[in-house]
Each structure stands twice: as C-alpha cells, then as structure tokens.
C-alpha cells in the first residue's frame, strides 16, 4: 500500500460546508433526474437487533444509486461554463451517474470501466448515453488510463469522490435522511472513496449533531483505519471483494478530512457477512440490493456495532446486481448455511448404487442439483468410485441427517462442501 501527502486535516477548511450541500439541493430539485427516495421500517430486521431498523432505499433511485446526485450537481455547473466532454473511471455506478447527467445536460460522455465490471453495469451505462471504454484490471488501474485520456482531450474529468462538487451533491442524500428520520440515533453508510460520507456526515452534523455516522467498509477493501491512525490516506496496491461499489482501495485528502471530522465510527465487514445480508433483504425486506448496498446492514449485524435499542438508519446505497453475481452470492451464502452441500460417498463401482443413495437423499426430503461419478482418485481401490452429490437441504440439521442416513445405509461420506467451494 502507498500513502498520498498530507497536511494536517484541521489546519485547512473541509472541501465542503453545509451551504454548499443547499445550494446542490436547488440544482437538483428535478424528479427526472433525482428523486426522494423511500424509507421503509423492517421490524425483522429490528428483531434481529433489538433495535427500531429504516431503510434508506436510496437503491431505487434512478441509475440505481446515489451516484447521480454528485455528478449533476458538477456537471450541470461545468456545461453552463461551457464544456461539453466529460470522463470518468467507474466500476459502474459512478459511470451510470455521470452517463445521465452529462446526457441530461446535452452533453458528451466517456467512461472508463474495469474489463471485469459486471455486464449489468456496462450495459446501462451505455444506455445512458455514454461511450464505454473497458481497460484496467482494478479501479486504481482504470483510473490511471482515463487521466491519462483527459491530457491528451478538452474533456473534463469527473472524479468519483475527490471532487468538492460530487462530495456536496452526495450530501443532498444526508439532508433527505434527516428529514425522513429526523430522531435518527444512528446512520450506516458505506464508504469507498469515501464521497458518500463526506457528504452525508456533513449534512447531518450540521442539521443533527447527536447522530451518530458509522462507516462501513469491505474486509478487502478496507484503508480508513489505517489512514485515521496514520494521519494521511493510505491506498491498498490491490482490493479484494464481492462489493465493487465500494472497492476503490483508497479515500482521497478531501475525504479523509471530512471522515476524520464528522464520521463517529468505523466498522470493517466480511464478504461473508455482506452475501449474508444481500440474502437477508431479499428474504425479510424483499429488496435486491449489490454488495456495496448491503453493506451498511451487514455492519449492523456485526458483532463491532451495537444499535440495541435504537432508532437507525442503514443506506441501502445501491441495487445493480447482476445475475452472474447474484448467483455467486446465494451460492456462497446458502453454502454458509449449510442449504447447499456438497456430500463425497465411496461405493463399489457397479449398477445401481447412484439410485440407491439417491433414494437414501431423497427419504431425507433434500433435493439432488447435481451429481458426479468421480473414478480417477488416487486412494481408491480397483473396482471403487466417489459418487459427488451437490444437496439442497433446509439448514445444517437437515444435512447432518442426510449425512447419517447415507451412513446408516452403510456407505462412507464425507461432508466436502468446503474444499469443493473454496
């Protein structure tokens, strides 16, 4: 990891104020381009806390994030200064946000993707009105190429988070949190670059300075701790998560200072812990949200962030979750559950024992997704085979009693859900 140069965060004015977040506020004052987002109560997520639990739905915004918010608040001010071109480097919500206000304002977009962004994204950022251009194998990466496009143009680059405008447009979403919440104990919000927080904390110290403002970050993606006990923002060489909303691997100087003033907590979560609650939503809230999204709900569930008898607020920052990662994900977490494992039986290699077994399962009340017939293993003796069944079950009681069964019925197995997963 490297770190940027620093000065000390208090010496200097934080890039935006609260006047700055109200004058965004009548810059977006247009439905078609942002509009109020719902909150909805989930009493079984409260449950589950012990705590009086509001979903900041900002995943249904148009674009299906907040990202629109500061990339109009910058880009409609630049186009009445005349320019016409702009870029940006996005894993693709930044990059649909940009798409649509450059479009909304009658003018052009390119912008630069990693070549592993979810198709979904790539997709509706070109829907957008945008040029896509896909290079980079990470954010930082991706970055580096559309700066790089930027000399060489008269285009204006749009950066997702270091940028004062897209920071106080981000801020609007805190000045409509308080207003739908205004007795709010605590507010969860996701940080990757940390332009989200930056705005939201301020708008909420300002209007509500008893709130409290947690941070959560992916385990793999994770550089506030560091930065704050550093002094100075830290970038990560590479990142490492399911959530690329918020997979930058860095904040910026504006950032940082903004966190360091206004945010109260910051709580790190698994990959494991945000497929749980992708899962969650969509079985107790009915919500599809993408890992960054998640995020916030993970960290209320989390054994570092105690909401007990409170009222919170977690942002639910972003829906754009692609079928392919969808599927990563329910996988990961029903196999987390023990609803999917993956069961090794040894058997002599002769007819009708994958029928047998299957009818042992099946006694059990568990669904087969897929077997293989496994002969090409070194500890097996001649005339033996590995029957490999991928099992749906309802929880780790139902495998456990599948797993006897098939003993019972006088075959070894072997539970290999783990290493066949990994």
């Known amino acids: 990891m490297t770190e940027s140069e620093s000065t000390d965060p208090d010496a200097d004015e934080l890039a935006v104020q609260y006047v700055d977040i109200e004058r965004a506020r009548e810059r977006l004052d247009d439905e078609t381009v942002v509009k109020q987002t719902p909150v909805e109560e989930s009493t079984s997520l409260g449950k589950l806390v012990d705590a009086e639990v509001h979903l900041k739905m900002e995943h249904l915004q148009w674009t299906g994030s907040f990202k629109t918010r500061g990339a109009y608040n910058k880009i409609s001010q630049e186009v009445q200064n005349g320019v016409t071109d702009f870029v940006a480097a996005s894993a693709g919500n930044h990059a649909q946000g940009v798409a649509l206000a450059a479009t909304k304002c009658g003018a052009n977009s390119t912008i630069y993707m990693p070549t592993d962004a979810p198709q979904a994204k790539v997709d509706a950022t070109r829907s957008y009105g945008a040029t896509v251009e896909l290079v980079g194998k990470d954010f930082q990466e991706t970055m580096s190429h559309a700066q790089a496009a930027v000399e060489e143009t008269d285009a204006e680059f749009v950066h997702a988070y270091d940028d004062a405008d897209i920071i106080a447009g981000q ?243 072997e539970d290999v859900t783990r290493a066949a997963d990994d």
């Open 171 to 413: 801020g609007t979403l805190g000045t409509e949190m308080y207003h739908d919440l205004p007795d709010a104990d605590t507010v969860i919000v996701p940080i990757g670059g940390g332009g989200l927080i930056s705005g939201i904390s301020t708008a909420l110290k300002h209007l509500s300075p008893g709130t409290r403002v947690v941070g959560v970050q992916a385990t793999g993606a994770e550089t506030v701790h560091e930065s704050l006990d550093k002094g100075m923002p830290v970038t990560l060489d590479e990142v490492d998560t399911i959530a690329d909303g918020i997979a930058t691997g860095g904040i910026s100087e504006k950032t940082f200072r903004c966190i360091r003033a206004n945010v109260d907590q910051v709580v790190t979560v698994t990959d494991t812990e945000i497929a749980r609650a992708i899962l969650l939503l969509m079985k107790r809230a009915k919500q599809v949200v993408e890992g960054a999204g998640a995020a916030s709900v993970a960290a209320m569930l989390s054994d570092d962030l105690d909401v007990s008898g409170e009222t919170v607020m977690p942002l639910l920052c972003g829906g754009n979750l692609d079928m392919e990662q969808l599927q990563t994900v329910l996988v990961h977490a029903l196999t987390q559950r023990k609803q999917r494992i993956r069961l090794r039986v040894r058997i002599d290699d002769r007819p009708g024992k994958m029928e047998e077994i299957s009818g042992i399962i099946a006694d059990q009340g568990a669904n087969i997704h897929n077997v293989r017939h496994d002969r090409s293993v070194a500890d097996l003796e001649v005339g033996e085979a590995y029957l490999v069944f991928t099992v749906m079950t309802s929880g780790a009681e139902h495998a456990a009693g599948i797993v006897n069964a098939i003993e019972d019925g006088g075959y070894e197995v």
